[in-house]
């Protein structure tokens, strides 16, 4: 068997793109993968084919995302990596050395494995048909310069001849270890990084042009450096470097130079490697002559690969992994195993995990989309890339278009908006037609001027929307309407969790969003598509699925349906509120729960607080009381009506000693007669005295209808509490000072005062 596997591929410049397409209607079919259930087919920037899968594996999902080089457009690979081999980027900044030189990226893979110590690729890198790194003994993927590609090993020969003998060159532009010649240019790094002691001729080419794969060169000696510090690297300078701990056959050959002697370097490799002009490394071997390899790696991971097909076509394949509900990953031999599928015969696997990443130019588009999930959640800066580039500059005419969303499944009565874009000849952005026309197959539905599509169909249903313009190639995509899905979800649309069971207080509103799956996958849907129900006295919900629970506790169902599928969700209605007879709709509902909150009221029995029964003067007593920590009390009940013992006793006690209440002078508190509103402005403008507070303040009480009513003992107090809009007027314009107030107004004063 050869070690090198070697397919060409012709280069036929074409005018115009392929037609943009989708994968056709078919049932899910099996695959290593496991059971195919949605993808695509597209053609992206430049012709290239964009293609992606998403599979059922039997629990979780994989998906994979790949492109397919042909070799007949304006589209060519090239190798990237930074400004150095040692230096490293993600896809975005790579792609814009590349762009800085001329060209149109429209996509590309991650590329070799490397050391993550120093960015080191294990394998080859050329470009330009420079030698840029050597092979490490590792395979690799080329490509020439029409296009078409090699896999296999370079299996590099390197050796240095000096007065006659030949010596192993152990590698170009890799770290310098301790067994053989090493030799750097100024591609490596900006200096020769070593840190042991070593010694180091400085050479310059006198003879043989440029390094490459197949290369003997003439090398005279400008310098012998001995150091174990790192020597800068300069432009059209190389250094042979050599470790002092070298076996004694090379330290003899090291010995024998001196500045201004000529060595030479002969540089060869497998038959097919010779005129590569791109070459990136590869650490795995997947499938050799249409058989996968031995001894390949059997866990699950993002993987990113090369495949051959006999035709000459080259994908550049990734599947994501490590994301549950996503994609699962794969392992070495699935992806091998599916790149045969695929039709390969050769691949090889690029470095995968978190570098996994697969970005290319959708179709109509003028920049580069992240196409794969990184499991990292964003790009990986790697090493170097396989990039698919153009120096075509089209018109900028439409010459074909392009229709996304680039495939849909969708809930009957559901609706979403499709649009186009469009291609030149060169398969470039370009302007998109004003006069469009969308059409539908009318078993799905109906599609308006502006691409708005409405899917009605009231059975599951598979077609086609397209989109035309005159004198342009059109578009089209599938559609599958789905009128019966396999299973009904229910989210929280502020949070985006899904729910199972909901608890809710009184009162309170909620907004669902109702989710539809068939054949494992999330249909496009409306809320206003479902039909909701519910079942039990517990609230109401209106057609976008918003439910509000009843003002009374309870449990029951929301019940949403679509087609003949239906999901019931238990709802648990619990009161959010300290009362039976304290509602939240109530004008006091705030006060009351602030006052029993804060200690200051109890009910008039556990569940009541009888909020429009009248206070009185024991009750206002007690709650100051509370108000200043119950303190203890010493001393006898001042009042006649007032024995001791009672549940305001010590209030009363603690009031009067406080002078904070006063009786009626002869000797009576009246502890169960109804409080006045003028007697509360006293307590509690008392209470604020005693408390240490500011009670200057005084309101000009001209306004009211009845200030002539008020107590000359209480004036000063009312003019306070209006002041402080603890107290405020009735409807009808009066303070009605004399007026009694309600349990639920005096918690509302208390809160005021509190405030």
């Not at 896809?91 to 590329?111: D, K, R, W």
């Not at 000459?312 to 599928?341: K, P």
């Not at 004198?471 to 299973?487: F, H, L, W």
């Not at 057609?543 to 929301?558: E, K, L």
Request: hydrophobic share 40%.
């Amino acid at each position: 068997m050869d070690r090198c596997q070697r397919l060409k591929m012709p280069l036929i410049l074409i005018i115009l793109v392929m037609l943009f397409c989708l994968l056709p209607a078919l049932p899910a079919q099996a695959s290593v993968m496991g059971e195919q259930i949605d993808g695509y087919e597209a053609v992206s920037a430049g012709g290239v084919q964009l293609t992606r899968n998403i599979f059922w594996t039997g629990s979780d999902y994989r998906t994979e995302n790949y492109l397919v080089y042909d070799g007949e457009s304006q589209v060519f690979p090239v190798v990237v990596y930074g400004s150095k081999v040692l230096n490293y980027g993600n896809f975005s900044s790579m792609a814009a050395l590349l762009e800085n030189q001329g060209y149109t990226v429209l996509g590309g893979i991650n590329g070799d494995y490397y050391n993550t110590a120093d960015y080191q690729p294990l394998g080859i890198v050329v470009t330009d048909g420079i030698l840029r790194s050597s092979d490490g003994g590792h395979y690799a993927i080329g490509f020439y310069d029409d296009g078409s590609a090699i896999m296999g090993k370079p299996a590099m020969r390197m050796s240095i001849f000096i007065d006659g003998n030949e010596y192993t060159l152990g590698a170009v532009n890799k770290t310098r270890g301790s067994q053989y010649f090493v030799l750097l240019t100024e591609d490596y790094s900006y200096t020769t990084r070593t840190t042991t002691p070593g010694r180091n001729a400085i050479l310059t080419i006198v003879d043989g042009g440029e390094l490459t794969t197949n290369c003997t060169l003439t090398l005279e000696v400008q310098e012998i450096i001995h150091t174990s510090e790192p020597i800068s690297l300069q432009e059209g300078e190389l250094i042979l470097t050599l470790a002092d701990d070298a076996p004694a056959w090379s330290q003899s050959g090291m010995d024998a130079l001196e500045e201004g002697d000529t060595i030479t370097i002969d540089i060869s490799c497998a038959d097919g490697w010779e005129d590569v002009e791109y070459a990136i490394g590869s650490l795995y071997k997947l499938v050799t002559n249409g058989v996968v390899e031995s001894g390949l790696d059997n866990s699950s991971a993002p993987r990113t690969a090369v495949g051959l097909k006999p035709n000459g076509e080259v994908i550049l394949y990734t599947i994501d992994g490590r994301q549950s509900g996503h994609s699962v990953g794969a392992n070495m031999y699935q992806v091998a195993n599916r790149l045969i599928e695929l039709g390969c015969t050769e691949a090889t696997l690029l470095d995968g995990g978190g570098s996994t990443t697969l970005n290319a130019v959708y179709g109509g588009e003028s920049s580069i989309s992240q196409i794969n999930n990184p499991s990292d959640g964003s790009q990986r800066s790697v090493t170097n890339y396989i990039m698919l580039v153009s120096t075509a500059r089209g018109s900028g005419d439409a010459a074909q278009l392009t229709l996304y969303p680039l495939s849909l499944n969708i809930l009957s009565g559901a609706q979403t908006q499709f649009y186009a874009l469009a291609m030149d000849e060169y398969g470039l952005a370009a302007a998109v037609p004003s006069n469009l026309d969308y059409s539908v197959d009318s078993s799905l539905g109906s599609v308006d001027a502006n691409g708005l599509f409405i899917a009605s169909s009231s059975n599951n249903t598979t077609g086609t929307l397209d989109v035309s313009a005159p004198g342009v190639e059109s578009a089209e995509v599938t559609v599958r309407v789905i009128a019966d899905p396999d299973t009904i979800g229910v989210k929280n649309a502020a949070t985006g969790a899904s729910l199972t069971t909901l608890e809710i207080q009184t009162g309170q509103s909620i907004d669902l969003d109702a989710t539809a799956l068939y054949n494992h996958l999330e249909l496009v849907a409306d809320d206003s598509c479902f039909q909701w129900q519910v079942s039990g006295d517990i609230g109401t919900i209106d057609n976008n699925g918003v439910f509000t629970a009843s003002v009374a506790q309870g449990s029951g169902q929301i019940i949403i349906t679509a087609g003949d599928t239906s999901f019931s969700l238990p709802v648990t209605v619990k009161r959010n509120y300290t009362f039976d007879d304290v509602l939240p709709t109530s004008w006091y509902f705030d006060a009351v729960e602030f006052v029993a909150s804060e200690g200051l009221f109890n009910g008039t029995s556990s569940t009541s607080f009888t909020p429009d029964g009248n206070m009185n003067r024991a009750m206002i007593v007690t709650v100051l009381y509370r108000l200043a920590g119950s303190p203890a009390v010493t001393g006898e009940v001042a009042f006649n009506d007032v024995a001791s013992g009672l549940w305001y006793s010590s209030a009363v006690i603690w009031a009067d000693a406080n002078g904070i209440v006063e009786g009626f002078g002869d000797g009576r508190f009246a502890p169960l007669q109804n409080v006045t509103r003028e007697e509360i402005a006293c307590f509690i403008y008392r209470y604020a005295a005693f408390a240490g507070q500011d009670i200057s303040a005084a309101a000009d009480l001209s306004s009211y209808t009845d200030t002539s009513s008020i107590h000359d003992w209480a004036l000063s107090a009312m003019q306070w509490a209006v002041s402080e809009e603890i107290i405020t007027g009735r409807p009808s314009g009066a303070l009605d000072p004399r007026g009694f107030a309600t349990r639920a107004e005096v918690a509302t004063m208390m809160m005021r005062f509190l405030s």
